[in-house]
């Protein structure tokens, strides 16, 4: 059911009111049906998989515009432009900081450098011997949906796409979702297994997630603020204020690639240059002494509507006829993403995390499946107070790795689309050793210690050797 033959503004508007529309009833639907209550399947993923089965890729029932398939790049670019825009309070020395938390960045590090890696030389493996009728930069789309999640899959799929692999965005949407479901489905099997085995130092179980976890739906004391009003409404929505933000950094972002693109025939990913055009935007406006009018918590909320509807729409992007041509190799490489986030999660991360190793373990977990919010949920079940400060020191261990996901996200794919497939994925493995080296050098590989506890003397005399930096 198409409304418009030709793409319009009704026709985009057209293309949001489906999209709202399966959001919300998504959002009742996991309010009072109880199995998705259980899954933590968020309304985005039930809303995009519901209205992909509906859609002109499956059933037909209804219908998208013909530019809804571009919508996840434009997104997934303004999501970005938003990670560098927001005033932040400073409370200590950057290098201290960091310091603190070298065992989260550093393992962070490692699994990005081998998932990303041995990916690649597995999918290149795998086109060579069985699917020679297959993109060789196909393996990157596991790490790019389970590492990265619906945002990295759109982004590098949507490169590799400039290069001739039109499916690689549809490829990168499905195994985000693999990763997605793996991610909460067996990260709650975990968790019982860990409870059980006495691995937990703060432990629950798992009749005791709170509802607001469960439900989605924040009753009382459990609500809170999502933004601060920094200008008056007199002058300025404060809402329309920070859009205005978002959407001049994403603009000036598109427009700074598209005189690149016209001087060199270099095609710079959008969202890389959109989230650099938010730092400038944000370090202006400190300048010109207004950087505390660019409030961050306003700023996020942009950011996870953003994800909301990047989501829905990648699964509107993914046609049937891609999963029937490739479901063979994605269901291999998630069995492989499955596999490798398991051995990282109960032999890594014992060795990497001298305190609460299975609460920082599970947490990043979540995310090597492609999803922070499925490890904070994980992680709320089993240390529902924050006693072992997980999410404060990912905070600070992600500023500094978000850099390096940019240059992972805009070389990578180049890389790929230019043929230098074994050489990337090769470089990658060895960079992974290299991060061991600099874990044992740093104090952060220890012997593995299963226990719920920690070695209390062995942390204090490492953290009083930490640099006064």
């Known amino acids: 059911m198409a409304f418009f033959k030709d793409f319009s503004a009704w026709a985009l508007l057209i293309d949001f009111f489906w999209a709202s529309l399966f959001l919300w009833i998504a959002q009742v ?34 219908g998208f515009s013909g530019q809804a398939t571009s919508y996840p790049g434009v997104l997934v670019a303004m999501l970005f432009a938003t990670l560098m825009l927001g005033h932040e309070e400073k409370t200590q020395s950057f290098g201290k900081s960091v310091w603190k938390v070298r065992d989260q960045f550093l393992n962070i590090a490692l699994n990005s450098f081998f998932q990303f890696g041995t990916s690649i030389l597995l999918g290149l493996l795998l086109v060579k011997v069985f699917f ?22 759109g982004a590098i799929g949507s490169v590799l796409g400039n290069y001739g692999f039109e499916d690689a965005t549809g490829i990168g949407m499905t195994l985000a979702t693999t990763g997605l479901l793996s991610g909460i489905i067996a990260g709650m099997v975990y968790v019982n297994i860990a409870c059980r085995r006495g691995n937990t130092k703060y432990t629950a179980k798992l009749s005791e997630i709170p509802e607001d976890i469960r439900s989605g739906l924040l009753k009382g004391e459990n609500q809170f603020s999502s933004g601060t009003a920094t200008v008056s409404p007199s002058t300025i929505d404060p809402v329309g204020y920070h859009w205005c933000l978002v959407f001049a950094a994403t603009g000036f972002g598109w427009i700074i690639n598209y005189y690149i693109k016209q001087a060199s025939g270099v095609d710079v990913p959008v969202l890389c240059l959109a989230m650099l055009c938010g730092l400038a935007i944000q370090g202006i406006m400190k300048l010109i002494g207004l950087g505390e009018s660019v409030d961050k918590k306003t700023i996020n909320r942009i950011g996870g509507t953003c994800t909301d509807y990047l989501v829905f729409f990648g699964f509107v992007s993914i046609r049937g006829a891609v999963i029937a041509d490739y479901w063979s190799i994605i269901l291999i490489l998630s069995i492989f993403g499955f596999i490798f986030c398991s051995f990282s999660l109960w032999m890594v991360s014992p060795k990497v995390f001298l ?19 499925s490890g904070v949920t994980l992680l709320r079940v089993i240390d529902p107070q924050g006693e072992s400060r997980t999410l404060e ?13 940019m240059v992972q996200i805009s070389l990578y794919p180049i890389l790929l689309g230019l043929g230098y497939t074994w050489q990337v994925g090769l470089g990658l493995v060895l960079l992974g050793f290299v991060t061991i080296g600099i874990l044992r050098a740093v104090g ?14 062995i942390l204090a005399a490492k953290e009083a050797s930490a640099p006064n930096t």
């Open 29 to 62: 639907i996991r309010l009072k049906v109880k199995i998705f209550q259980k899954l933590f399947i968020p309304a985005s993923v039930l809303a995009g998989f519901v209205a992909m089965i509906l859609g002109p890729g499956f059933l037909k029932v209804i």
């Open 132 to 153: 020679p009728h297959i993109n060789e930069a196909v393996g990157i789309l596991m790490p790019a949906g389970w590492y990265g999640g619906y945002g990295f899959a």
């Open 355 to 373: 305190s609460s190793w299975f609460e920082k373990g599970i947490f990043q977990w979540g995310m090597f499946t492609g999803n922070v919010a």
């Open 393 to 405: 020191d990912y905070g600070i261990a992600n500023i500094p790795f978000s850099w390096i996901d």
């Open 444 to 457: 952060c590989w220890h012997k593995a210690y299963m226990g719920g506890g920690e070695y209390e003397k």
